[in-house]
């Protein structure tokens, strides 16, 4: 004689499947949320916290090449209003890559009461969150000797070409993180 599943078994099964159907609709509506137009700018600002703030921006400056615009303070009000911080007040120091309203910027700070701990920067698997940035450059070549220059060597064995043609660089800044440097190398 054939066994049936339980009504128990077959509720469950149930359940199960308008909850898949469910998450699967709510993904599909996840997708098309926003639209290109839907943002004042194509640019993405972002901030690292550093452990010595005025090395990171002399390390951003002088070795990669970006030009500090400005710096402002947030209170530690708006900072933990937002959820930024949990009443810290902070600096900021703008610094941008190239010129004009689509620049790119980054966004540096440290909090002296309240320093943060470090990551595990040994390689870009070894924590989660953003890892690493790149930068694109017009001649990887005097990029690599300005970062050796400043004592910030190659994580490889020199530059490493790529598959389009280009060159690749990584190097790491003063609290560890990652920069790609990537372009090719100018013709003589």
């Not at 909850?19 to 993904?27: N, Q």
């Not at 949990?86 to 320093?115: C, T």
């Amino acid at each position: 004689m054939p066994q049936f599943p339980s009504l128990k078994a077959v509720t469950c099964a149930a359940v199960l499947g308008v909850c898949l159907f469910a998450l699967t609709g709510a993904k599909e509506k996840v997708k098309s949320v926003s639209k290109p137009g839907d943002f004042t700018s194509t640019t993405i600002d972002f901030g690292i916290v550093c452990s010595d703030v005025e090395r990171s921006v002399d390390f951003y400056t002088q070795a990669v090449g970006m030009t500090e615009l400005d710096s402002f303070d947030v209170d530690a009000s708006l900072a933990q209003a937002v959820g930024l911080s949990d009443n810290q007040a902070f600096r900021v120091h703008v610094l941008v890559l190239g010129k004009g309203e689509n620049a790119s910027k980054m966004k540096l700070m440290e909090f002296k009461k309240a320093p943060g701990k470090k990551s595990n920067q040994d390689f870009i698997h070894s924590t989660l969150g953003m890892r690493y940035t790149t930068i694109f450059v017009k001649d990887i070549a005097a990029a690599n000797l300005r970062m050796i220059a400043y004592g910030s060597m190659p994580l490889s064995k020199g530059l490493q070409e790529i598959p389009d043609g280009r060159f690749l660089g990584v190097y790491r800044d003063p609290d560890g993180n990652f920069v790609e440097l990537v372009g090719p190398k100018a013709k003589k």
